[in-house]
């Protein structure tokens, strides 16, 4: 999967007085956990935001393989995300969202189901996913992020709200996804949460932003 790589260079965000993003430089390589930390408000969620074209960086870059994210043609197979698992509230059911969004990228209904296999939401995926709980919320936004089978996957504090068990399949789940070669980018404020489960971590400080990069 040589189209398997995120790479940030240089991105600078301002929001107002607040430097969100300053310098953010980082490659996220196939068949790694990259690891994304730093304390709340470090700017984890906005690099991410930038990498998918959802905020306009300042100054910088940030390419999925080799390609800004707009100018991808089918992008749930270049990529999938999971950002902010708790705004994601569908009115309908799990299976239900996720054939809407499989069918707006030529997928089948028998992705959504294999997908649904994968992050063991088989026995609720038939019911309404504003019911959820925050866990399976956040299997359900991982299930979303794999329909288009893609080589980049980016997610943002994956494990938020889920209970230890859920941590426990959470961890063995992403390394299963390195192991296929895929790249991932994984966020979380907590080192602890990660290092054991990253292969690298980039390392965001809060004020000033300082960064260091450790294998
Ligand atoms: N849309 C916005 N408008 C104004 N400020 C913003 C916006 N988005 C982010 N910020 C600011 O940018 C900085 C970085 O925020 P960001 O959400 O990227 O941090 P984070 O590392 O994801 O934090 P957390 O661990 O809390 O999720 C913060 O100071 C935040 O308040
Ligand atoms: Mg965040």
Known sequence: MSEATIEVSGLRKRFGATLALDEMSFTVRPGQITGFVGPNGAG???????ILGLDAADAGAAL????????????LS????LLDAAALQPSG???NHLLWLAHSQGLTARRVDEVIGQVGLES???????????GMRQRLGIAAAMLGD????????????MDPEGIVWMRGFLRSLAAQGRALLVSSH???????????????AGQGHRRHQRR
């Not at 893609?150 to 709200?161: A, I, K, Y």
């Open 190 to 204: 907590l080192m602890s949460e990660l290092q054991d489960t990253a292969d690298h971590l980039v390392v965001v």
């Open 64 to 75: 999925i393989g080799g390609q800004p994210y707009r100018s991808l043609r089918h992008p």
């Open 124 to 134: 609720a995926a038939r019911r309404k996913a504003g019911g959820y709980s925050l």
């Open 44 to 50: 984890k969620s906005t690099t991410m935001r930038v």
């Open 78 to 81: 270049h990529v999938g995300a």
């Open 150 to 161: 893609p080589p980049v996957l980016m997610l943002d504090e994956p494990v938020n709200g």
């Open 93 to 95: 059911t799990a299976r």
